[in-house]
């Protein structure tokens, strides 16, 4: 059973930036994909951003060239940089993992909050 822990949420101004980090532990076998989805009140979880261990990776229209992902391998770590933040950002982010082991499993943490106000 994969686990995931976040850390870096906050309170931020409008076009302020925040880190978020994700660390997997417990993990048998490789995670293949590790990424962030958000959720604000009253709407559905949202793909934010995801990185394979091969290196691609996959934005959001919405969030392209302020946010960004990036992952130690061999940490297991995945960590999102996001910059001019809008208070359209604010929602719960959850770090997601995807290991291929036989079937596909997929983990979530239990989220982190990111507000954008003024």
């Known amino acids: 059973q994969v686990q995931l822990v976040e850390s870096g949420g906050g309170l931020v101004q409008p076009g302020g930036s925040l880190r978020l980090s994700c660390a997997a532990s417990?993990?048998?076998?490789?995670?293949?994909?590790m990424g962030w989805y958000r959720q604000a009140p009253g709407k559905q979880r949202e793909l934010v951003a995801t990185l394979t261990s091969g290196g691609s990776s996959n934005y959001a229209d919405s969030v392209k060239g302020r946010f960004t992902i990036s992952r130690d391998n061999a940490k297991n770590t995945v960590s999102l940089q996001m910059n001019s933040l809008k208070p359209e950002d604010t929602a719960v982010y959850y770090c997601k993992a995807t290991v291929l082991a036989g079937p596909t499993y997929d983990y979530w943490g239990q989220g982190t909050q990111v507000t954008v106000s003024s």
């Open positions: 417990n993990t048998i076998f490789s995670i293949y994909r």
